[in-house]
Each structure stands twice: as structure tokens, then as C-alpha cells.
T-cell receptor, first 114, second 113 residues
Framework: NAGVTQTPKFQVLKTGQSMTLQCAQDMNHNSMYWYRQDPGMGLRLIYYSASEGTTDKGEVPNGYNVSRLNKREFSLRLESAAPSQTSVYFC?????????????FGPGTRLTVL | GNSVTQMEGPVTLSEEAFLTINCTYTATGYPSLFWYVQYPGEGLQLLLKATKADDKGSNKGFEATYRKETTSFHLEKGSVQVSDSAVYFCALSPSGNTGKLIFGQGTTLQVKP
């Protein structure tokens, strides 16, 4: 099993460009999450999907959109990238959307917006 | 609101030294508490967790006890190795929610031979 995979690993964008970060999991998990990691701030939740067909905003959703394409895949879209979106993005999944459940993380996408 | 505060890093220790990384939290109700570890160039992975007061989570020689009276979940290891060098994140999941995690800022640990 590959676990949680993310593409691309690295990306450089110019301000105003758009892109989609892809995430897929092969663990048959119901819930999926997108986080961003910034120095000194830990990880902050952007959006999550408790189950297939549902999505909800997290702590920092502005400037992002998501699509839960099917049970396996959860994509994050930046419609008009800004330098403030320079970050490392992590996708995660868990079996159930509950307080006790472990989240499994992908290797991350390092995004730079010039 | 809910928040997690970790001790500032980086923490530099010699091999076989004792490790403590402090973590305190603010939350209503009874959150679950986690420690995640991030090795260089990788995603986070769960190190240990505790889901109720006085629970002790343990894994790979690391331990942390859920202390509701002091709202703390300090990470300890009796003898660190070079391979423990990583960034450690304390996190909480508020009770009754949909599994959202709230992270501390992370503490970098460097262990020297």
C-alpha cells in the first residue's frame, strides 16, 4: 500500500496563476484533510471532507477550493495564487472523522508563489 | 477557543540524554491528545495518543500522560538516539468534532552523537 500520495512534490507559481494539488489514499478511509505548514505555526487545517460527498472549511480556507472526487481522491485548488500561499501543503486521511482516530499524512507539496 | 502551546525549540541533546518536550493545551470538554513526529523530508506520523484524562500514551520509548488538572501532555524519553532527530508536534482533537486536529508550532529536536 502506498498510503497517502500527493502530487506534485514541488511547484513554483507566479502571482495570479492557478493550480490543483492532488491527493489520493488507498486505505479505504472515509475522511480526508488538507493542511498547510508554515514556519513557527505548526499545521493549520484548510478544508476537510468527513465523508465522500461532503466538504467543510477549516481554520484557513480563504483563497482555496476543494473537491472530493471520490472516496480515494481529494484535491485542493488555488484559483489565483498569492505569495501568502507559499507553504508546504499536506494531505491526510483517517478511517473515521472522530476525535480518537489517527490521521495518516502524505509527504507534502512544497509550493512557492513569486 | 482551542489551542496548543509547545516549548520553543530547537532542542539539542547528546545521545542517551533524557528528553522532555512540554505541551499545554486549552480546550473545552475532553479533547483527545496526540504527539506526531516529522522526520526530515517526510510527512507527519503518529507517535502516540491519549484519549482521556490520566491515560498514558507510549511508543518507541516515548511517553506522554494526559494531565487534565494541568492541561498538559508533555513528551518524555529516557534515552534519546541520533535517529530521534526530528520535529515533534503536539496536537489536540476537540471532543465531539469531526476529527479536526489543532497543532502546536512544533519543536525541533537534534540529537548529537
Amino acid at each position: 500500500n502506498a498510503g497517502v500520495t500527493q502530487t506534485p512534490k514541488f511547484q513554483v507559481l507566479k502571482t495570479g496563476q492557478s493550480m490543483t494539488l492532488q491527493c489520493a489514499q488507498d486505505m479505504n478511509h472515509n475522511s480526508m484533510y488538507w493542511y498547510r505548514q508554515d514556519p513557527g505555526m505548526g499545521l493549520r487545517l484548510i478544508y476537510y471532507s468527513a465523508s465522500e460527498g461532503t466538504t467543510d472549511k477549516g481554520e484557513v480556507p480563504n483563497g482555496y477550493n476543494v473537491s472530493r472526487l471520490n472516496k480515494r481522491e481529494f484535491s485542493l485548488r488555488l484559483e489565483s495564487a498569492a505569495p501568502s500561499q507559499t507553504s508546504v501543503y499536506f494531505c491526510a486521511s483517517s478511517d473515521l472523522a472522530g476525535a480518537y482516530n489517527e490521521q495518516f499524512f502524505g509527504p507534502g507539496t512544497r509550493l512557492t508563489v513569486l | 477557543g482551542n489551542s496548543v502551546t509547545q516549548m520553543e525549540g530547537p532542542v539539542t541533546l547528546s545521545e542517551e540524554a533524557f528528553l522532555t518536550i512540554n505541551c499545554t493545551y486549552t480546550a473545552t470538554g475532553y479533547p483527545s491528545l496526540f504527539w506526531y513526529v516529522q522526520y526530515p523530508g517526510e510527512g507527519l506520523q503518529l507517535l502516540l495518543k491519549a484519549t482521556k484524562a490520566d491515560d498514558k500514551g507510549s511508543n518507541k520509548g516515548f511517553e506522554a500522560t494526559y494531565r487534565k488538572e494541568t492541561t498538559s501532555f508533555h513528551l518524555e524519553k529516557g534515552s534519546v538516539q541520533v535517529s530521534d532527530s526530528a520535529v515533534y508536534f503536539c496536537a489536540l482533537s476537540p471532543s465531539g468534532n469531526t476529527g479536526k486536529l489543532i497543532f502546536g508550532q512544533g519543536t525541533t529536536l537534534q540529537v548529537k552523537p
